[in-house]
């Protein structure tokens, strides 16, 4: 409550695109033979032949085109990330407001910018009421055993105080990192008062980015001298005689700065209207709720599937892709044969609630270990091999998420001998995959043979391997294999990623 001040904010840097998904020619042929293969017969010989030949003459039309639609969706947002740029350094103040109220979004003080003036940037804070701070703290009996003491109000007051100028200093500190064209900060901190239980402002000045990065912020008593390094400050806390905090609190007077009794007298002091409520700025600006930056968007690199690309280029429907089948219900250790559908495109879903978990692939060579970074597919890094293994992303379907993937075996490189399917819960949470509920990963393919597993609710471990599908062979006829596995690490995506030979920085 009182150390937030002492936290670093990495100052923002202009956005890098990443790269479009680089597609290979293997990925190309395989989409386009589950196309033309749909509904032929596998004793169709000639059938079979003809679509192969029709998929051969596809493939390098459909690839050229999806590279160079992904060239296209790259190239603008390139440029509308340097247009964003242009606009945040310029101090435009839709753009700097939108960022830095997305930086504020986790913030334990509600923050809010309100406007931008030249290279100053105006914010209102959201304070902890005082009437809500503890009226007691841990102690110890003369007896030196664990005791609840009450604090005197001077005490309570002088906590409250403390927690205010950490939250205003780490306010001011993100502001100035997120905003790197603002050179200070009129900010304004609200708080209920306790006297009237209405609304008023009980701090406000100007603080410049060169006295808040010039000072040095090494312990939580250094929350106090937010006073002392700002312009035209006040405070509803004055200091006695005896150098001790007065005990209550008091409306500031608004008048000295323009438009702040404008700002008060528009602030909605019941929130049950249903209008926006500054009394409830914390809730508004769904404050300790971080944003999820890899499913708040579409992916803008999604890539077209054949039939979706020959819809718009030929004259043909797409082909129906086949309803699954009952889904054949797999047990930890079983291993099956891949019919030769699965081989061309492996749909892969899994569906879970009660955490958030992420799907992650590893491309294995015949030592067990990664043969390259690339060949690492997860949420920073969702395609691999040319297109052939790919993350999809996220969708809530009801109550339950939904992350899909795609695995093209035939158009894998020779040298993955295996594909490992495993999820990872985020280790800062806490939680471990025993907060899974309704776990499920499913697999099909365009044939509609399905298959499904359901991998246990393991209380000690933060990243599982559900499934693996590994090369093998025969009576001497090369196949794929599928094995249910559901085994996993206890220190996460690190130690999964290690045990495969990524290197984990």
Request: negative net charge; glycine residues 8%; proline residues 7%.
């Amino acid at each position: 409550m009182t150390s937030v001040h002492l936290q670093t904010f990495t100052a923002v840097q202009p956005p890098l695109i990443p790269a479009a998904p680089q597609l290979g020619l293997p990925w190309a042929l395989a989409e386009a033979q589950t196309f033309h293969l749909h509904g032929v017969g596998r004793l169709a010989r000639a059938e079979r032949a003809a679509a192969k030949q029709r998929a051969q003459q596809d493939a390098p039309a459909y690839l050229a085109s999806e590279t160079a639609r992904l060239h296209a969706v790259r190239e603008r947002m390139v440029a509308e990330a340097g247009q964003w740029w242009h606009a945040l350094v310029a101090n435009d103040e839709a753009t700097v407001c939108e960022a830095v109220n997305t930086a504020f979004s986790d913030n334990p003080a509600a923050g809010c910018a309100v406007g931008v003036d030249g290279s100053v940037l105006s914010v209102v804070m959201r304070q902890q009421d005082l009437d809500t701070m503890p009226a007691q703290t841990a102690g110890l009996t003369p007896g030196g055993r664990p005791t609840l003491k009450n604090l005197t109000k001077r005490d309570r007051t002088l906590w409250w105080l403390t927690a205010m100028g950490s939250n205003i200093v780490a306010t001011l500190k993100e502001g100035f990192a997120t905003a790197p064209g603002i050179e200070a900060i009129d900010l304004a901190v609200m708080t209920r008062l306790p006297d009237t239980q209405r609304l008023g402002f009980v701090a406000y000045g100007r603080w410049t980015r060169r006295a808040i990065e010039s000072t040095p912020w090494q312990v939580p008593e250094d929350a106090l001298r937010f006073l002392d390094i700002g312009q035209d400050t006040a405070c509803s806390v004055t200091t006695t005689a005896s150098g001790n905090p007065s005990t209550t609190l008091k409306r500031l007077d608004t008048t000295r700065i323009a438009g702040l009794q404008a700002l008060l007298d528009g602030a909605q002091e019941d929130s049950a209207s249903g209008e926006p409520s500054l009394a409830d700025l914390d809730i508004a600006l769904g404050a300790n709720t971080l944003p999820d930056l890899r499913t708040a968007v579409g992916d803008p690199y999604r890539i077209r599937v054949f039939a979706e690309w020959t819809q718009g280029t030929t004259s043909p429907p797409p082909a129906p892709v086949a309803p699954p089948a009952t889904p054949t219900v797999l047990i930890p250790g079983e291993t099956l044969v891949l019919p030769e559908e699965a081989w061309q495109g492996l749909r892969v879903s899994f569906t879970f609630a009660g955490a958030d978990a992420d799907l992650t692939l590893f491309l294995l060579g015949n030592d067990g270990r990664v043969c390259a970074d690339e060949d690492f597919v997860f949420y920073n890094q969702p395609s691999a091999a040319d297109g052939s293994a790919r993350l999809l992303g996220k969708q809530q379907e009801g109550p339950q998420t939904v992350e899909r993937a795609t695995v093209h075996l035939s158009a894998l490189p020779d040298r993955a001998h295996r594909v490992v399917i495993a999820i990872n819960m985020d280790v800062d949470t806490g939680l471990t995959c025993g907060s899974l509920t309704d776990a499920t990963l499913d697999l099909d393919c365009v044939s509609g043979t399905a298959w499904t597993f359901k991998p246990p609710a393991d209380p000690s471990i933060r990243a599982m391997v559900i499934t693996e599908l590994y090369r093998h062979s025969v009576e001497g006829n090369p196949v794929w294999k599928l094995r249910a596995l559901g085994q996993g690490w206890a220190d996460g995506l690190d130690g999964l990623a290690r045990a495969y030979g990524v290197d984990v920085e």
